[in-house]
């Protein structure tokens, strides 16, 4: 392998390792908001303890992500230097703004929820909770703004004298179309995977008869979350998928094995290709049904894999500008298929917990315990879906993946940073698991002592409630 293709195994390994607790991040602080929005309101102590709980397992995943999101932009510098000298000007711009701006603000006010439970009054130690979360979703989007321009290039100018994108309009960057409908996916993918892990963690729980008060509300809450985020994330999907259609069309080709340009287009549901990915052999599909997804009609034109790599031959010179076939095909299959298992089964779980019942099988808890990887590995395989359908693109259109990797990169040195960072997170995952696992086990605090007026504690030292 050369310094290209480790360079890649490096990225890929490491955003799908980072992306694991993204998700979890995003959607559990709103949730967390939401707890402790209701005992606020109520003064129900079964909300505050929920909240100390579920707070403690978003903090954690919190700080996995800060570690594991600093290394991946490293990279850039490092094993992408092509690709940062060519669209640093553009794509390094959102990135900043994220930085200086929403990671700051999640940061800042997550300092003051994790410190101000002793010192602050209720409405105001509240807001900076919700303040925390609303930086959290305003990083994802622009984060998913940079890569949606990697995706569709907009609101930039071609310097031939320097040889680089330059920046023409940072609004039409950040508000063009696949950036909108990219973020509105992630987002409910994201309350998906907090939703499901609400189930999981208080299913747990329930069936040890442990916090049972306070498991049977954030029982409902995360199966109403993961039901109403699965329907969201198959609307936002059709979305992008319709976008895909209009702006990379050789990704929804590759993503259903269709090799030629055909009208009536059906959605396959198996497909086996030739060894050289050149045609189909053998297909299982639904009538028009790719046809109605992609267009809104069955009798709508889908373009396929032979006749676009001729397109692209004419505009973009002679190349190879298929993608992987089969990681593409299998990677979008099991993306719908793992995100709507998670709603299935909270659709089921809901009508089986209706009058407060709680199933007593093993099986339920095995399978709501099941349930948060399901969404997660969703989540990372589309990430997958994504970014390797686009090949041989890394700017669409603009930059081939082999032009961007550092000219002065090693596969020695490459290959030397990813034992090393993949040993690394293999510890942190070890860290991760134990430190969640021994937070579920121990469970929501029995009693929690909080003044009336915390405001009226000005003289008391500074304290972690945690």
Do not use: C
């Amino acid at each position: 392998m050369n310094a290209l293709d480790l360079s890649r195994w490096q990225f890929g390994i490491t955003t799908v390792y980072h992306f694991l607790f993204v998700p979890v991040t995003i959607g559990m602080g709103f949730l967390v908001a939401g707890l402790q929005t209701a005992w606020v309101r109520t003064n129900d102590a079964r909300y505050l303890r929920a909240t100390k709980f579920f707070g403690k397992l978003f903090l954690i995943n919190f700080a996995m992500g800060v570690v594991t999101g600093i290394v991946q932009e490293f990279q850039f510098g490092m094993n992408w230097s092509n690709y940062s000298r060519f669209v640093g000007d553009i794509f390094g711009a959102p990135l900043a703004i994220e930085g200086l701006l929403a990671f700051f603000l999640e940061s800042t006010f997550l300092g003051v929820w994790i410190f101000g439970w002793d010192r602050l009054p209720r409405k105001v130690h509240l807001a900076s909770i919700w303040l925390a979360a609303t930086g959290t979703v305003l990083s994802a989007y622009f984060i998913l703004a940079a890569n949606s321009w990697m995706q569709h290039p907009v609101g930039y100018v071609y310097n031939a004298q320097t040889g680089r994108a330059e920046l023409t309009s940072i609004v039409a960057v950040l508000t063009q179309k696949t950036a909108v409908i990219a973020f509105f996916h992630t987002i409910t993918s994201a309350f998906l995977v907090a939703g499901s892990l609400l189930v999981g963690v208080s299913a747990w729980l329930l069936t040890r008869d442990k916090a049972v008060d306070v498991m049977r509300s954030t029982l409902k809450l995360g199966l109403v979350t993961t039901l109403a985020a699965s329907a969201l994330v198959f609307i936002s999907g059709d979305m992008q998928s319709r976008v895909m259609v209009q702006q990379q069309p050789m990704k929804m080709a590759a993503a259903e094995a269709l090799y030629e340009t055909q009208t009536n287009a059906p959605f396959s549901v198996f497909t086996i290709g030739t060894l050289d990915g050149s045609k189909k052999v053998f297909q299982i599909g639904v009538p028009d049904l790719l046809s109605i997804l992609s267009t809104g009609k069955p009798s709508g034109e889908v373009e396929g894999i032979n006749n676009l790599q001729k397109a692209y031959e004419q505009k973009y010179g002679i190349a190879d500008y298929r993608p992987n076939i089969p990681v593409a095909y299998w990677s979008f299959r099991l993306m719908i298929g793992f995100g709507a298992l998670a709603g299935v089964f909270a659709l089921w779980a809901l009508w089986a917990t209706r009058r407060n019942r709680i199933p007593r099988g093993s099986w339920f808890a095995r399978a709501a315990v099941a349930t948060p990887f399901l969404p997660i590995a969703g989540m990372g395989i589309g990430w997958i879906f994504t970014e390797m359908a686009r090949q041989p693109w890394v700017v669409f259109g603009l930059m081939r993946t082999s032009d961007a990797v550092s000219p002065t990169v090693t596969a020695g040195q490459v290959l030397t940073s990813l034992i090393v960072f993949t040993l690394l997170y293999a510890v942190l995952a070890v860290v991760e698991f134990g430190l969640m696992f021994k937070a579920v086990k121990i469970g929501p605090p029995d009693e929690v002592h909080l003044p009336e007026d915390a405001s009226a504690l000005s003289d008391k030292p500074l304290t972690f409630s945690y």
